[in-house]
């Protein structure tokens, strides 16, 4: 089932349970697809692209949450928390941070990495790699760690 199917159906879902939180995050997530297609015309968008849609609705909520806790608004940090816990569902499985280690230490060798200056490099064929199953803050600060313990 492609995921724009599964969406909608788990909005039907949704409003037979009477789930308002699910049901409106779903809205929210369909109403950002189709901005998404109507920003791509007349190329139709893919399922990357959803995929895409989805992870930036994903990276918002966690910032939100964070500055919500910050602020000490914890009924608006709780909220967030219920959204993004029905868009990581749609979300792809994630990598652990061994996994993402492992990966960032055999491209750190494959590219030749010597310094924190060829941190864009290593990101980038990283996010290559891990396709979307990891975090992009946590691959930066493991990419930074593991540059800065590099012998110079």
Do not use: C
Request: aromatic share 2%; no cysteine.
């Amino acid at each position: 089932m492609e995921i724009r199917e599964k969406i909608t159906a788990d909005v039907k879902s949704a409003m037979l349970a009477k789930d308002s939180v699910k049901l409106n995050t779903l809205r929210f997530l369909q109403s950002a697809i189709k901005n998404k297609e109507i920003d791509s015309r007349p190329t139709p968008i893919t399922a990357d692209d959803v995929m895409a849609v989805i992870k930036k609705l994903v990276k918002q909520r966690k910032e939100s949450i964070e500055q919500f806790t910050t602020a000490n608004r914890m009924d608006l940090a709780d909220q967030e928390s219920a959204e993004l816990k029905v868009l990581e569902a749609y979300m792809p499985t994630q990598m652990s941070q061994a996994d993402v280690e492992k990966i960032v230490n055999d491209v750190i060798a494959s590219v030749g990495a010597k310094s924190v200056k060829d941190m864009g490099t290593v990101m980038k064929e990283t996010q290559a790699r891990t396709a979307g199953q990891a975090d992009g803050k946590m691959i930066s600060e493991i990419i930074k760690a593991k540059l800065a313990a590099l012998p110079v």
